[in-house]
């Protein structure tokens, strides 16, 4: 029997079992015996136990699960390739021959072929020559599905679409109710979860090794062997069985199709493969290595604005310092807080450095092990001096998911311990019922003590059994959250921060407290502290995106006499600069005036400024201002033309007010009335010596734009995706202002840009 033949042969009689499973069982069995013109690909390892695999030599498939493939439209296999894809091919497992695609597809065996559990791996090798990434390349051949997708193009994005049984299958209940359903969004309903990455990231042309790696926990997406997207499922692999789609999916009963371009192999895999199988699948690790330099950017890490590479984020920061090394743990994350159907799926990881300019990365030190957890909420790691351990305090956030294999009701606080500060171990031992929790130690009382609530305290001796001590901190103030307590010491003063917006201090450990006024809040979401060498202290937090998680940001702490805070940038983070640069200044209007590296307006009522063109986007701004008695002034950048725009800083030395805002129809931003952190319009207050001379520093990097005034107050905001402009306005308005030695460094930034 020839090819051709044997293709129909084949279609006609696969076409016609797709109703009858049984018989594809059978079919499974006679149709490789049936063919046997060509010699069988032999394949290397990791295919060896493959649930199922299709070289694109033949039609048919390398596995005893499967029937092969049948044809349908304008689609060959058997293609050669070129002499360098056929190396790349080979150094793949593969064996130089593919599929070509003209907007024909493939449909495989049925029944035979189906992966259940928690365990799975997907493969495909694709090569886009219509560099559109807009088609669907594998699919459910299921009319009664409308989750048939498995991975497709978008245009902009490779998508891959994850299924597992519907939601109230993986509930507790409670007299035959859901737990919180109500709670609970339609997709964890359907349960669907979907991994994806920008076309624009992997590159459009050339082939790709697009792995899928499910593992009981973490579900994630590798493109040329880098880790590009993840998520983090609860339950079984659900409906994955033949027969599948190549190249084609089904839309409303209806096939669709479209794809041009050809496939090396794909494969399933019924385990999850390691770490090492996948580099080797996709060209080795010199090869790996290379492509996630390329797709993901510079791994250097300048903790200063930092974030992870890729499409990830970082939350809270949980920072500490013990033997000499300063530890910046924080809470990494995917889809700003919608990962795990919106509960996070946050993970403690984990940076250090000893210098605060030099960073290693570590493994993360709380990740999910267990599909039950939901998300590791923010509370702290504290180091045990009584048996020299390291405790990291963390709760299961996400309580309206109870699902059936949880152990407990509700939010509860673990520790994950570690004897040398950064490989830690959970036991999944419960200590109490709580979220957000601070752990400290008192050398007077020679006890440990917890904060829940905001202000409940609890005691204990050794960190895991734990007593009310009938004692709350504060009261907790009206509009302020209890989340995320922090509580240290700095010379003789004890210090309680609370959510974002509330700072208090005592002569005690365990007060009274008094609440500290002005607040050194600008901006950065839940910010921690901790002691650093010589008796520093520094905060970190992050700056919005907006959208929970972004990017981190530190700060050092300044200490009054009466036990104030304030504070600067540390010097050690402040990001590398070239020298300054030559800049002329037009003026704008008729109050204007520029002499040297001076600028000076003067405004009786009417909107004053000059400003300076074509500036590089990141920027270090150093200047001395003088208000003299101007009511309103300040600078906005990334602004562009001549009419006044771009993002607002805006000094007020009447009111001892700072604000960021957007300027409208070329005249002030409005009011932001909101003391809490806004996206793009913050507010800081009772900033002291506005009406004086005063030093301003302002970073402007990427997204982010960060101001230290006089070395004593901050304040950090992000700019709207339309701010980028090149030019740098300066303004004032009812009253006179100089801005004096101008120093415009740009930032010695390398050029690489992620979209996610």
């Known amino acids: 029997m020839n090819q051709e033949d044997f293709s129909t042969d084949m279609k006609t009689k696969q076409l016609k079992s797709l109703t009858t499973g049984s018989r594809l069982i059978t079919f499974a069995i006679v149709i490789p015996m049936l063919y046997s013109c060509a010699p069988r690909p032999k394949m290397t390892s990791p295919f060896n136990d493959a649930a199922a695999l299709w070289a694109m030599r033949d039609l048919q498939s390398a596995s005893e699960n499967d029937v092969g493939l049948v044809p349908q439209g304008k689609v060959e296999v058997g293609v050669k390739l070129k002499e360098e894809e056929i190396q790349a091919s080979e150094a793949r497992g593969g064996d130089g021959y593919a599929a070509r695609f003209d907007g024909g597809y493939f449909l495989t065996g049925g029944a035979g072929l189906q992966l259940t559990g928690q365990e799975m791996t997907l493969l495909m090798r694709v ?220 993970q403690f990881a984990h940076l250090s450095s000893k210098d605060l300019v030099n960073w290693e990365e570590h493994p993360k030190a709380v990740p999910i092990l267990k599909q039950w957890e939901n998300s590791m909420g923010t509370c702290n790691i504290t180091y045990n001096h009584k048996d020299n351990k390291y405790y990291a305090f963390y709760t299961d956030c996400g309580s309206r998911a109870e699902y059936i294999d949880k152990p407990y009701i509700g939010n509860q606080v673990f520790t994950s311990v570690s004897e040398d500060g950064i490989n830690y171990t959970k ?105 650093y060498a010589d008796n520093r202290r520094i905060l970190a937090g992050f700056v919005d995106f907006p959208g929970w998680g972004g990017n981190i940001a530190m700060r050092e702490l300044i200490q009054f006499d009466d036990g104030s805070l304030g504070m600067k940038w540390p010097i050690e983070v402040i990001p590398e600069s070239g020298y300054p640069l030559e800049f002329g200044v037009e003026l704008l209007s008729g109050g204007a005036s520029a002499s040297g590296k001076s600028i000076s307006l003067n405004a009786k009522g009417n909107l004053e400024t000059a400003v300076v063109y074509r500036l590089p986007q990141d920027l270090h701004i150093i200047m001395t201002v003088n208000a003299r008695d101007a009511r309103n002034f300040g600078l906005s950048f990334r602004g562009s033309g001549k009419t006044y725009s771009g993002r607002e800083l805006r000094f007020e030395p009447g009111r001892e007010r700072v604000q960021f805002g957007e300027p409208q129809d070329g005249d002030l931003a409005a009011e932001s009335n909101d003391p809490r952190w806004e996206a793009y319009n913050l507010n800081i207050e009772n900033v002291k010596g506005l009406d004086k001379q005063f030093e301003l520093q302002v970073i402007v990097k990427e997204k982010i734009i960060d101001v230290v005034i006089n070395n004593q107050r901050t304040i950090i905001n992000r700019l709207r995706g339309h701010h980028d402009g090149d030019n740098l306005f300066f303004f004032a308005k009812n009253g006179s202002v100089s801005f004096d030695d101008i120093e415009i460094r740009p930032l010695t930034v390398k050029e690489y840009s992620f979209v996610y």
């Open 127 to 346: 090569k886009d020559e219509d560099e559109k990434w807009e088609s669907p390349l594998f699919a459910r051949h299921d009319q009664d599905n409308k989750f048939s997708q498995i991975i497709y193009g978008t245009g902009k994005k490779l998508n891959y679409l994850w299924q597992t049984e519907t939601g109230d299958k993986r509930l507790k209940k409670e007299d035959g109710k859901i737990i919180g359903q109500q709670r609970h969004s339609q997709k964890f309903m359907d349960g669907v979860l979907d991994l994806s990455i920008r076309t624009e990231n992997i590159e459009n042309n050339g082939w790709h090794d697009i792995i899928i790696r499910f593992a009981g926990p973490n579900l994630e997406l590798f493109v040329d062997g880098v880790l590009v997207d993840e998520e983090w499922p609860h339950g079984n692999l659900f409906k994955f069985q033949g027969p599948f789609l190549i190249g084609a999916e089904l839309s409303e009963r209806e096939t669709k199709s479209g794809f041009i371009g050809m496939i090396d192999h794909v494969a399933l895999w019924d385990r999850a493969l390691s770490q090492e199988e996948i580099t080797k699948l996709s060209g080795g690790g010199d090869m790996v290595a290379k492509r996630d330099l390329e797709i993901l950017g510079p791994k250097e890490i300048n903790i200063q604005y930092w974030k992870p590479r890729g499409q990830a984020f970082a939350g809270d920061c949980l920072p500490y310092y013990h033997d000499g090394i300063f530890h910046m743990i924080y809470l990494f994350d995917r889809r700003h807080h919608g990962s795990k159907w919106g509960k996070g799926a946050h």
């Open 427 to 531: 036991d999944f031992n419960s200590l109490l019922a709580g979220h957000d929790v601070e752990v400290f130690f008192d050398k007077k009382s020679d006890y440990f003590y917890l904060i829940r609530r905001g202000v409940e305290l609890l005691k204990s001796l050794d960190l895991i059994t734990w007593e009310d001590a009938k004692l709350n901190l504060v009261e907790l103030p009206e509009g302020t959250s209890d989340e995320c307590p922090d509580h240290f010491e700095w010379n003789g003063w004890y210090y309680f921060i609370l959510g974002r917006n509330a700072l208090w201090k005592s002569p005690k450990a365990l007060g009274p407290w008094e609440r500290i006024d002005p607040n050194i809040y600008d901006g950065l979401m839940v910010p921690k502290v901790s002691e």
